[in-house]
């Protein structure tokens, strides 16, 4: 069988403001026309599916269209877990309906770990597939929390709590298999932040768990699973260099910090547990983007080279010059008038010290992480030591359930 794994569609996404409606719609429609000319048996979709846990209108429209033309096609398995962006509620509410097309559904980790074990079978009724769907595990899922516990211990617990958490969900799959056919392939999914794992700069991920990139171990996932299906990194990769265990990485590009970066989605091509192959199938770029940087000389001067080429682009401009430019963001958008160049921000970097400042007239509230605003104002309170570091990791905490909260559940 064929199985197709890709995650963080991130449906809804913008950059800069800018609508990416069109790039997703291009995407899907790209991923229908794949599955059909490959044959593909099952898909998988690891998490991420929206951008917010509140995405528009269109955006569901879109997923929705995009889940009825896949059922219709030669896919006749679809399975879709939540992540951490996503609402748990929002993508587990139509499972009932999806049933009926095939199409696995897991927004919310069940009580019990044979919940999330399931059977898929071929097109003569018989098991092929035993598929262990585990979505975005919420700190509230794997750990219990006690009452002075350090940044570290809460953090070596979480990772406790998900490693046990698998590894009950492989034994009851281990167990399934053995009574059925040992040479029927364990596929797990998973969405998470595996050790060694690469981030780029502007990449769009979110630090998971209480803001600390609390890196899960291989030693986490049962020896059971034959495959083990990533989603949250948004670049594709193997987890300490094993081919079975992968990240898809996120079919657009979801900032600067990835301009140029190659997207792709995996393949498997599956005999049984032991025969398995897996290539990397590069996603078109659908929406050029380009990250330029230098002095000011420089940046109008490969804007003007683009402007030439006459190829649409989006771009970012991170000028590094000591100068100060009061007009420098109207004379770059100059530059590129009448081009379908799109220049969608510029950043100052200057040399000065002055211009490094807290509170720079170059800066703006949309170019700083809400982390870094707390940390400009633990500054102007000259709050350090210890007591910056508690306060830093109580802003983490509570900024991770605000945005973990699901504001479509009841």
Not at 66 to 81: D, E, K, W
């Amino acid at each position: 069988m064929k199985i197709l794994h890709t995650s963080d569609w991130h449906l809804g996404n913008q950059i800069c403001g800018l609508k990416r409606y069109d790039e997703h719609e291009q995407f899907l429609s790209w991923l229908l026309s794949l599955i059909n000319q490959e044959g593909v048996d099952i898909l998988i979709v690891a998490g991420d599916i929206f951008d917010t846990t509140t995405p528009p209108n269109r955006s569901l429209e879109q997923y929705y269209q995009f889940l009825a033309r896949a059922a219709g096609s030669s896919c006749r398995h679809i399975v879709i877990t939540a992540g951490n962006h996503d609402s748990p509620s929002l993508i587990a509410a139509p499972r009932e309906l999806c049933k009926y097309l095939n199409i696995t559904i897991v927004g919310h980790v069940p009580d019990y770990p044979e919940e999330l074990v399931t059977i898929l079978k071929d097109r003569d009724g018989m098991p092929e597939l035993i598929i262990c769907p585990v979505p975005y595990l919420r700190d509230r899922d794997v750990r219990t929390m006690q009452a002075g516990e350090s940044a570290g211990e809460k953090a070596a617990n979480l990772v406790a709590g998900i490693k046990a958490r698998y590894h009950a969900i492989g034994s009851c799959a281990e167990t399934m298999r053995e009574e059925i056919d040992n040479s029927i392939p364990i596929i797990a999914t998973g969405h998470l932040f595996a050790a060694g794992g690469i981030t780029k700069e502007d990449d769009g991920c979110r630090d998971l768990y209480l803001g600390t990139l609390a890196c899960v171990g291989t030693d986490a996932f049962p020896s059971c699973i034959d495959y083990l299906a990533l989603g949250h990194l948004h670049l594709p990769q193997r987890v300490c260099g094993n081919d079975r265990m992968r990240y898809s990485g996120a079919p657009l590009p979801m900032g600067f910090g990835e301009a140029g970066q190659t997207k792709s989605v995996l393949m498997l091509d599956v005999q049984d547990s032991r025969n398995m192959s897996v290539k990397e199938i590069t996603v078109p770029a659908f929406q050029r983007m380009d990250r330029i940087s230098g002095t000011f000389d420089e940046v109008i001067e490969e804007l003007c080279r683009l402007k030439m080429e006459y190829s649409p682009a989006l771009v970012e401009v991170i000028l590094e010059d000591p100068r100060i430019i009061p007009d420098a963001s109207e004379r770059i958008r100059t530059t590129i008038q009448g081009s379908p160049i799109e220049v969608l921000r510029v950043k100052a970097q200057r040399v000065s010290v002055q211009a490094l400042q807290p509170g720079s007239d170059e800066e703006s509230l949309a170019g700083l992480s809400p982390e870094e605003v707390f940390k400009r104002r633990l500054d102007a309170a000259e709050i350090s030591g210890k007591d910056r570091q508690e306060l830093l990791e109580s802003f983490r905490e509570i900024y991770t359930e605000l945005l973990e909260e699901d504001n479509n559940s009841e």
